[in-house]
């Protein structure tokens, strides 16, 4: 069983729900360019054993397109 929401407005609520429910799972809108979840969520599921699936982790394609010109592949320097 899981919970989830992609209203940041609702952060606090999921918190409550993680703490006090036993779920397995919740899924929380996380990437670069938004990391808020960090500070309580992530290490409160980490304490009670609850899986983390990390939703929009490209923000719908943005950063793709933000990151373009960086070079990839191995053993290049950036």
């Given at each position: 069983?899981?919970?989830?929401?992609?209203?940041?407005?609702?952060?606090?609520?999921?918190?409550?729900?993680?703490?006090s429910r036993s779920i397995d799972?919740?899924?929380?809108?996380?990437?670069?360019?938004?990391?808020?979840?960090?500070?309580?969520?992530?290490?409160?599921?980490?304490?009670?054993?609850?899986?983390?699936?990390?939703?929009?982790?490209?923000?719908?394609?943005?950063?793709?397109?933000?990151?373009?010109?960086?070079?990839?592949?191995?053993?290049?320097?950036?």
């Open positions: 069983m899981g919970i989830t929401t992609s209203h940041g407005r609702r952060r606090r609520e999921l918190e409550g729900i993680v703490q799972f919740v899924p929380l809108t996380y990437h670069i360019g938004n990391q808020a979840v960090e500070k309580r969520l992530l290490p409160r599921a980490h304490e009670k054993g609850i899986a983390v699936i990390a939703n929009r982790p490209f923000n719908k394609g943005e950063l793709f397109d933000k990151f373009q010109h960086y070079p990839t592949g191995l053993g290049q320097r950036v």
